[in-house]
């Protein structure tokens, strides 16, 4: 079936850049999302991109689409710990029209 | 102020003891959805609805009941809860046709079952 993959942890300093990666099987997923999730809260949605762009650039997030290769990252800029969270990426199966979620990133931020 | 709630936040309750956790939104979204999240799983759709009166299977739906008597509320109900539905729930509202980029999730009610 249809599957979507991160890698569970990363750590950064402030300042630096964060690279989420996300891969994903269904090469028919016509939009893909990034979503942060906060201690305590429910996902938000931060930003998405439609299958038939390569990137997509919004103040200090840039994600990149890589459809060849059904990769999808999340570059976070100038790293803040306000941004240590868990993030979510997720596609819309082409099949099925359902969002499909990977399991999150942990995203720790160390001042 | 567009949002989902989720009522309760938190439940502990026994075995068997039947529960409802409430879900209402307020954009006047067709389509809700109710999610599961366990660790290392990400978020599973339990069930989904497109309207009023259409609700559909996600993919672990077993144990599970939802209904969608009005557009603004989607209620998820177990019938005989278990241990292995201890969890952390989650509804969301989806809009803006096919891209979705309408979305709100609730704050999540996390359950416990003894």
């Known amino acids: 079936g249809e599957d979507v993959e991160q890698s569970l942890f990363l750590s950064v300093r402030e300042g630096d850049s964060s690279v989420i990666n996300c891969t994903y099987t269904d090469s028919s997923s016509t939009y893909l999302y990034w979503y942060k999730q906060e201690p305590g809260a429910g996902l938000q949605l931060l930003t998405y991109i439609f299958s038939n762009m390569d990137m997509k650039q919004d103040q200090r997030l840039t994600v990149l689409l890589n459809k060849k290769d059904k990769h999808l990252s999340l570059r976070i800029a100038d790293t803040q710990t306000g941004d240590s969270a868990i993030y979510f990426c997720?596609?819309?199966?082409?099949?099925?029209?359902?969002?499909?979620f990977g399991q999150g990133t942990t995203l720790q931020v160390k001042p | 102020e567009a949002q989902v709630t989720q009522n309760p936040r938190y439940l502990i309750t026994v075995t068997g003891k039947k529960l409802t956790v409430t879900c209402s939104q307020n954009m006047n979204h067709e389509y809700m959805s109710w999610y599961r999240q366990d660790p290392g799983l990400g978020l599973r759709q339990i069930y989904y609805s497109m309207n009023v009166e259409v609700t559909d299977k996600g993919d672990v739906p077993e144990g599970y009941k939802v209904s969608r008597k009005e557009k603004r509320n989607f209620p998820l109900i177990l019938e005989s809860p278990s241990p292995n539905q201890t969890s952390l729930y989650f509804c969301a509202s989806f809009g803006a046709g096919l891209s979705y980029n309408e979305q709100f999730f609730g704050p999540g009610t996390r359950l416990t079952v003894l």
């Open positions: 997720a596609v819309i199966s082409g099949n099925t029209g359902k969002l499909i």
